[in-house]
Structures are given as C-alpha cells and as structure tokens.
Nanobody, 125 residues
Framework: VQLQASGGGLVQAGGSLRLSCSAS????????VAWYRQAPGKLRELVAS???????NYSDSVKGRFTISRDNDKNTVYLQMNNLKPEETAVYYC????????????????????WGQGTQVTVSS
C-alpha cells in the first residue's frame, strides 16, 4: 500500500484546510489510518485516527476543530482542519496499519507500517 498526502498550504490563523490521504489499494485492508504532524525541532505527534473506518480519535488539542473521515469509494482519508492556529504549523503525515494494534499503541509512530510523504501546513498569525 502506498499513501499520498496532499492539501497542505498557507492559511491565516482561524482559517481552514482539508488534507487528503489517498491509498493505492483498498482502504478495507487498513485497520487504522492516522494523521500525524511534526513541527521543526519537535517529535511527531498523533493528531487523529480512524479505526475500522468508523471509530474516530483526536488529540485533546484538536478536538472540536478537526474531523477525520474516510471515503472507501475513493480510497481516501480526509482531515478537515478548522480554526487553525499558528502553532499548528507543521508537516502533516498520514500513516496506516493493516495490523490490529491495541488502542494504547496508536500514538506510537512505530505502530504504522505505511506512511505518506507529508504535506506542509503553514498557519500565519
């Protein structure tokens, strides 16, 4: 499976972006798809994940502003980001696993065997 992330760009604080993660194969083979972000000098952090296409999880910092969704017909997972903040400037990556990870392992990047190339999101103040 190959993942391709897109949709990043430059947006003003308070603005919105929608990121897309397109899979080369069927999403049905992937049990968890996640979005991470990594700012310069910081660790990669989990932003949101979707389990079995329907169970959504979010980091506390994005709850109520970000929404993860999945379109099986298009083999694509989206991350709708609203009310963006300058501190959310980062490279955003999508990741996926075909395994059956336990919930506590979801934040660990090592859980995911498939990664997209990343898309830059820059939020200006």
């Amino acid at each position: 499976v190959q993942l391709q992330a897109s949709g990043g760009g430059l947006v003003q604080a308070g603005g919105s972006l929608r990121l897309s993660c397109s899979a080369s194969g069927s999403l049905h083979s992937l049990s968890v798809v996640a979005w991470y972000r990594q700012a310069p000098g910081k660790l990669r952090e989990l932003v949101a994940s979707i389990i079995s296409g329907r169970i959504e999880n979010y980091s506390d910092s994005v709850k109520g502003r970000f929404t993860i969704s999945r379109d099986n017909d298009k083999n694509t997972v989206y991350l709708q980001m609203n009310n963006l903040k300058p501190e959310e400037t980062a490279v955003y990556y999508c990741a996926a696993t075909a395994g059956r990870p336990i919930v506590s392992s979801l934040p660990n990047p090592a859980t995911y065997e498939y990664w997209g190339q990343g898309t830059q999101v820059t939020v200006s103040s």
